[in-house]
């Protein structure tokens, strides 16, 4: 499958405790975001990458939440002393625009992270 | 503030009926928009993508469009089956390319 993976799937966690999820975007893509998504929302942009630069975060992101593309391949995404209110679905997706207006993103399954 | 309303939350139709979805936005200028389909525990899947200088898109039995004037997207499911029921998401594009999805229409298409 050369689609987008996510690691782990699922992770419960205590309260205070660090998580760090993964992502390996489709090989070719140059452009990787993360996402949240809770109950009944839409996915919400956390931050994106061209490459290994982070070019946009979101305010949503607080000093808690650390994202990394070290080789512009695979991504990281870590939380720490995480929250009851982090518990969501974390998505992760990548594209390569061609040009204007060609930025179709393929997502991943997600990281659905309960912080009890 | 911007904001990108779709309506309804839930839609119910029966099998074979076209099944028209509703995406608003305000305090945006998207140079493109596009519609996903979203399975429960599952990330989104792209469908379709329609820019602001088209007013029309097909696909198999979908169709798109988009009135920029009205701020406005429409999806339209035709011949509904009950394996379209899903939840469909429609997501704004800017210049520079980034995106920002709406909370979703989850469709029920019963037998």
């Known amino acids: 499958d050369t689609g987008v993976s996510q690691d782990p799937r699922h992770k419960i966690t205590k309260r205070g405790q660090n998580v760090t999820f993964r992502c390996d975007p489709i090989?070719?893509?140059?452009?990787l975001y993360w996402y949240r998504q809770t109950l009944g929302q839409g996915p919400e942009f956390l931050t994106y990458?061209?490459?290994?630069?982070?070019?946009?975060k979101s305010r949503l992101l607080s000093d808690r939440f650390s994202a990394e593309r070290p080789k512009g391949s695979f991504s990281t995404l870590e939380i720490q002393r995480t929250e009851q209110g982090d518990s969501a679905m974390y998505l992760c997706?990548?594209?390569?625009?061609?040009?204007?207006?060609?930025?179709?993103?393929?997502f991943g399954p997600g990281t659905r992270l309960t912080v009890l | 503030s911007q904001k990108i309303e779709q309506n309804s939350e839930a839609l119910n139709i029966q099998e074979g009926k076209t099944a028209t979805l509703t995406c608003n936005y305000t305090?945006?200028?998207?140079?493109?928009l596009q519609w996903y389909r979203q399975d429960p525990g599952r990330g989104p899947v792209f469908l379709l993508l329609?820019?602001?200088?088209?007013k029309e898109k097909r696909k198999e039995r979908l169709k798109v469009t988009f009135d920029t004037t009205l701020k406005q997207s429409l999806f339209h499911i035709t011949a509904s089956q009950p394996a379209d029921s899903a939840t469909y998401l429609c997501?704004?594009?800017?210049?520079?390319?980034?995106?920002?999805f709406g909370a979703g229409t989850r469709l029920t298409v019963k037998p």
């Open positions: 997706a990548s594209s390569s625009p061609a040009g204007f207006g060609t930025d179709t993103q393929y």
């Open positions: 090989s070719e893509h140059n452009r």
């Open positions: 990458f061209q490459n290994e630069a982070q070019l946009e």
């Open positions: 305090n945006y200028s998207p140079a493109y």
């Open positions: 329609i820019r602001e200088n088209e």
């Open positions: 997501a704004l594009g800017t210049n520079n390319n980034d995106m920002r």
